[in-house]
């Protein structure tokens, strides 16, 4: 970006920004999505800029009561760090220890889901429910602050909140819960300004985002409806301190680089990124990569990294091998 006098304007997004003891080096990252952002997406993602990955949301019970499946979850590569583990739960004691457990296990951030709608989840008193419950919700913040800094005294890992605007349209419950999360120990909220009833629908409104930012002490990171560099620079103008890319990166990991400022990569450079990606989903997944990645063939068909011959036959594919062979691999 050059101004009119020729000097180059440093990129916002490419400020670093401290969150508690952790140190990142641009401020834009990949938001945790369940069933999507497994350890090869957040790999792919990296390649591309990304300079913060979630894992998908853990089951913190699953983690306390050493379900296989759920400790399954905090495998990840070095080349995928710095890594935020996300974990969901409604008792203090059970998330402290699963946070506990994911600061060994090799998280550089332990984030707090009190964001999702989902009924399975909110009929625990889990995610979004918290946002109702503040007493509850700062006590579990509390805690898990607390066993963070026993698992790793010294090195200032953050806990971080994930919320949503509120429960339903009008209640504000984000902004009126997340100034007693701070004071509980929150070393930065990520907000998604859509309600619980909202699910995905409809539009963010980071004019809660903004609001927040303007409140809190802790820097606010902005989820929603970032589809590409204008959307993310408007956020950070507004106030959030860094910005999270979600449904958009979906079939196109590549968005993280044009967010900062690259060009679209050609074809071809689009289909070699696809296939390392399915080739580390299949030696990380096995034969559960079928169905993984069935989730990603049309994206990728959308955002131009696969013709449609192929991405049908992928879609039909029904083994690994079938895939590897589809791929070349
Ligand atoms: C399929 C799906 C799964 C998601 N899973 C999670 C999750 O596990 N944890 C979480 O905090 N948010 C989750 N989200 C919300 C996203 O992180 C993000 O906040 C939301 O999609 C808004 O961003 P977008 O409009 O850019 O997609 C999920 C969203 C989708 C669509």
């Known amino acids: 970006m050059t101004g009119v006098t020729g000097v180059v304007a440093p990129d916002p997004l490419l400020e670093p920004l401290a969150v508690g003891g952790l140190s990142l080096e641009r401020r834009l990252f990949m938001a945790p999505m369940a069933g999507l952002t497994t350890s090869a997406f957040r790999r792919s993602v990296r390649r591309w800029g990304a300079g913060l990955v979630f894992t998908e949301m853990i089951s913190a019970y699953g983690v306390h009561y050493d379900n296989r499946r759920t400790l399954d979850y905090f495998a990840h590569g070095e080349d995928e760090r710095?890594?935020?583990?996300?974990?969901?739960?409604?008792?203090?004691?059970?998330?402290?220890?699963?946070?506990?457990?994911?600061?060994?296990?090799?998280?550089?951030?332990?984030?707090?889901?009190?964001?999702?709608?989902?009924?399975?989840?909110?009929?625990?008193?889990?995610?979004?429910?918290?946002?109702?419950?503040?007493?509850?919700?700062?006590?579990?913040?509390?805690?898990?602050?607390?066993?963070?800094?026993?698992?790793?005294?010294?090195?200032?890992?953050?806990?971080?909140?994930?919320?949503?605007?509120?429960?339903?349209?009008?209640?504000?419950?984000?902004?009126?819960?997340?100034?007693?999360?701070?004071?509980?120990?929150?070393?930065?909220?990520?907000?998604?300004?859509?309600?619980?009833?909202?699910?995905?629908?409809?539009?963010?409104?980071?004019?809660?985002?903004?609001?927040?930012?303007?409140?809190?002490?802790?820097?606010?990171?902005?989820?929603?409806?970032?589809?590409?560099?204008?959307?993310?620079?408007?956020?950070?103008?507004?106030?959030?301190?860094?910005?999270?890319?979600?449904?958009?990166?979906?079939?196109?990991?590549?968005?993280?680089?044009?967010?900062?400022?690259?060009?679209?990569?050609?074809?071809?450079?689009k289909l070699a990124e696809v296939r390392r990606f399915a080739a580390e989903v299949i030696a990380d997944l096995g034969g559960r990569a079928v169905g993984y990645l069935r989730q990603f063939w049309p994206r990728f068909r959308r955002h131009g990294a696969l013709d449609k011959p192929l991405s049908m036959r992928l879609m039909q594919a029904r083994s690994e091998a079938e895939l590897g062979t589809l791929l070349g691999l």
């Not at 106030?239 to 990569?265: C, D, H, K, N, T």
Request: charged residues 20%; aromatic residues 4%; hydrophobic residues 55%.
């Open 82 to 269: 710095p890594l935020g583990f996300q974990l969901f739960g409604a008792d203090a004691d059970v998330l402290a220890d699963a946070a506990g457990r994911a600061v060994a296990a090799g998280a550089d951030l332990v984030d707090l889901n009190m964001a999702c709608p989902v009924r399975k989840v909110v009929k625990t008193g889990a995610g979004a429910a918290l946002l109702a419950e503040p007493e509850r919700a700062a006590g579990i913040i509390a805690a898990v602050v607390e066993a963070v800094e026993d698992a790793a005294p010294g090195r200032g890992v953050p806990v971080t909140v994930k919320i949503r605007a509120g429960l339903r349209d009008g209640d504000e419950l984000g902004r009126l819960t997340a100034p007693r999360l701070v004071a509980a120990g929150a070393a930065a909220v990520c907000i998604h300004p859509r309600t619980a009833a909202q699910l995905y629908r409809g539009h963010a409104d980071h004019a809660v985002t903004f609001a927040l930012a303007a409140e809190l002490e802790v820097p606010v990171i902005a989820s929603g409806d970032v589809d590409g560099r204008e959307a993310a620079l408007r956020l950070l103008e507004g106030g959030a301190a860094a910005v999270m890319l979600a449904r958009g990166a979906l079939g196109a990991p590549w968005l993280f680089a044009q967010v900062l400022g690259a060009a679209e990569p050609p074809p071809a450079e």
